[in-house]
């Protein structure tokens, strides 16, 4: 993400997501504005875990929108390898479950899920600090979207991990970054 992204972002964030992403640990607000930023723009990471009625962020969500993210190099990266939008949504899909019928019935006695109420789990948030790590040790002054990919293979566990194992790539992904950042 250019410095641009980073004050438009500040810029744009209300007072409440501020809050809530200075809340984390003070050297994860970086890695946490770069993730808001995957929010802001076209609400990717809460469209993600909407779509799957998750009223949390975790690292499926995290990678569905690495993937959404077509112009970084994570996305790059993972279509080098085979690795889709689609394939990788029906993935969470299946491993994680939609949960309608759940959600059906809360709706029909007026209970609706609430956007605000979506945080981080913990592991996405390892997850970040990871990526983070990531950056530093490249000597990247920026948290970009091949860093949280990293961060989600160097973690190893998770879903969004597990995913990438299904895939036959997880151990494939670092390899095939560093390649492309040349």
């Known amino acids: 993400m250019n410095p641009n992204g980073l004050a438009l972002l500040r810029q ?3 007072n409440e997501q501020s809050r809530r992403f200075n809340s984390y640990h003070p050297d994860l607000c970086g890695i946490c504005l770069v993730a808001a930023f995957m929010v802001w ?17 975790g690292t ?14 994570a996305a790059l990266a993972l279509a080098k390898l085979g690795v889709a939008l689609d394939p990788v949504r029906a993935a969470v899909a299946e491993k994680m ?12 006695r007026g209970d609706q899920p609430v956007e605000e109420e979506i945080d981080y789990v913990p592991r996405a ?3 970040l600090s990871l990526a983070l790590d990531e950056a530093e040790r490249q ?4 948290v970009r979207t091949e860093h949280i990919l990293l961060g989600i293979v160097r ?11 299904t895939f036959g790539v997880l151990g494939k992904v670092r390899a095939q970054v560093f390649e492309l950042l040349g």
Do not use: C, N, P
């Open 97 to 108: 479950g939609r949960l309608r019928a759940a959600v059906a019935e809360k709706m029909e």
């Open 60 to 73: 499926e969500h995290l990678l569905l929108g690495l993937l959404r993210e077509q112009e970084g190099l």
């Open 139 to 142: 000597g990247s002054a920026y």
């Open 125 to 127: 948030r390892k997850v």
């Open 155 to 165: 973690d190893g566990g998770g879903a969004g991990a597990d995913i990438l194992d």
């Open 12 to 14: 744009e964030m209300t």
């Open 41 to 57: 723009r076209g609400g990717t990471l809460s469209e993600e875990a909407l779509s799957f009625h998750h009223q949390y962020i």
